[in-house]
């Protein structure tokens, strides 16, 4: 069974639109990040949250908002979205003491038209 | 500044023979060094890890071989498979939780 579930695999959005790519993991972690992937740049950390509380922000724009409505959840939403936000952006966990060992999720490959 | 680089960009060995994937960082705060593998259409998976108190970590077929004063390292694949072929991400963390990660190493093994 996955231990860590993102969902939907695939999304196709237009330019202006909101969407949410979610992540559930069932690993027992308490840590959680955003990750970004795409073709001109190597894997990008995004966001850090600890007990549901955000840890660390490396993303400029404010149109990316985590959301963690339990400890074991951590959405994405995205607003506004623009053609350069086309990438596959992954989840990923780690347990408390072990921030640095992170799991990942099979990641949500979103392109936006 | 790209904080971790990886070569080659791809690699082709034949079955059986070893691969050496390199890696260099700048930051000489990093601390913790993961592998990952990649496989097309799924997530990065954890291969092995080592810490910057070691200078070499033996997993299997896998070893990484580290260098601190020259901040590099390489993973070693002995008697590659097929089945290795993958995309390999060396990465770096300064014991916190943010990971940064090099462009990857394409490999491909050829029976």
């Known amino acids: 069974d996955p231990k860590i579930i993102q969902k939907p695999k695939y999304l196709v959005a237009v330019t202006g639109s909101e969407k949410i790519l979610i992540c559930e993991q069932y690993l027992g972690h308490n ?8 073709a001109k740049k190597p894997l ?15 993303t400029a724009s404010s149109r990316f908002q985590p959301q963690s409505s339990k400890k074991n959840h951590l959405d994405l ?3 506004a979205l623009k053609p350069d936000d086309s990438a596959t952006y992954f989840c990923a966990s780690s347990q408390p003491g072990l921030e640095d060992t992170q799991y990942f999720g099979p990641g949500t490959r979103l392109l936006v038209l | 500044q790209q904080q971790v680089r990886q070569s080659p960009q791809s690699l082709t060995v034949w079955e059986g023979e070893t691969a ?9 705060t990093f601390n913790y060094f993961p592998w990952y593998q990649q496989f097309p259409g799924e997530g990065p998976a954890l291969l092995i890890s080592i810490r910057s108190v070691s200078d070499k970590k033996e997993d ?28 390999y991400f060396c ?8 990971i940064f990660f090099g462009d990857g190493t394409q490999l491909v093994v050829k029976p």
């Open chain 1, 31 to 38: 840590a959680m990040y955003w990750y970004r992937q795409s």
């Open chain 1, 44 to 58: 990008e950390f995004m966001f850090s949250y600890s007990y549901q509380k955000l840890m660390d922000n490396q």
């Open chain 1, 77 to 79: 939403q995205i607003t």
């Open chain 2, 20 to 28: 050496i994937l390199n890696c260099s960082y700048e930051d000489s």
């Open chain 2, 60 to 87: 299997g077929r896998f070893t990484i071989f580290f260098n601190k004063r020259e901040k590099k390292l390489s993973l070693h694949i002995t008697d590659s498979q097929p089945g290795d072929s993958a995309t």
């Open chain 2, 91 to 98: 990465a770096a963390s300064a014991s916190n939780n943010r």
